[in-house]
T-cell receptor
Framework: NAGVTQTPKFRILKIGQSMTLQCAQD?????MYWYRQDPGMGLKLIYY???????DKGEVPNGYNVSRSTTEDFPLRLELAAPSQTSVYFCASSPTGNTEAFFGQGTRLTVV | RKEVEQDPGPFNVPEGATVAFNCTYSNSASQSFFWYRQDCRKEPKLLMS???SGNEDGRFTAQLNRASQYISLLIRDSKLSDSATYLC????????FGAGTRLTVKP
């Protein structure tokens, strides 16, 4: 079973470049989340979505954008990469929000 | 004040020890509560949900005190395999994580 799939697993970006982190789930979950995790720290919520066409900001949305055109996909866009965005990015999904969330394996992003 | 705060740790305990982690949350309207476990460089995985009546799963016991806005996790008879970071999670329209408490169980 695929679950939550994130691509790419690793990426090095130069300052000012743009990229999209992909996240797809095949469990028909309504809720999807994007988090970043800096070394030795907890997960900080970037954006979340409660269903197709609906997105909302989390704790640290600046420098990121999202869209949710389908139930399955929730891409995260970095427009102008900065060194402060060097982090591990996790995507997660859950059926109803207040139940278990399933995570992808993460994308390790370095901005140089 | 952070929405979810945890004991900073780290906790270093011998095998067989009992260890307790604490977590407080700031939003009294929070609806659901969880403990997740994260191994080094891996994604978090659900350890257990936390219910008002308290709940137990083998060596793990979780408690919730809504009046004090406090969640706890007790691990009895620690095993080497319990070494990980334990994350307190609170849901209220979105899902917020504490900073995590690192546990190392030593032989």
């Amino acid at each position: 079973n695929a679950g939550v799939t994130q691509t790419p697993k690793f990426r090095i970006l130069k300052i000012g470049q743009s990229m999209t982190l992909q996240c797809a789930q095949d469990m028909n979950h309504n809720y999807m989340y994007w988090y970043r995790q800096d070394p030795g720290m907890g997960l900080k919520l970037i954006y979340y979505s409660v269903g197709a066409g609906i997105t909302d900001k989390g704790e640290v949305p600046n420098g990121y954008n999202v869209s949710r055109s389908t139930t399955e996909d929730f891409p995260l866009r970095l427009e102008l990469a900065a060194p402060s965005q060097t982090s591990v990015y996790f995507c997660a999904s859950s059926p109803t929000g207040n139940t278990e969330a399933f995570f992808g394996q993460g994308t390790r992003l370095t901005v140089v | 004040r952070k929405e979810v705060e945890q004991d900073p740790g780290p906790f270093n305990v011998p095998e067989g020890a009992t260890v307790a982690f604490n977590c407080t949350y700031s939003n009294s309207a929070s609806q659901s509560f969880f403990w997740y476990r994260q191994d080094c460089r891996k994604e978090p995985k659900l350890l257990m949900s936390v219910y008002s009546s308290g709940n137990e799963d083998g060596r793990f016991t979780a408690q919730l005190n809504r009046a004090s806005q406090y969640i706890s996790l007790l691990i009895r008879d620690s095993k080497l395999s319990d070494s990980a970071t334990y994350l307190c999670v609170v849901f209220n329209n979105d899902m917020r994580f504490g900073a995590g408490t690192r546990l190392t169980v030593k032989p």
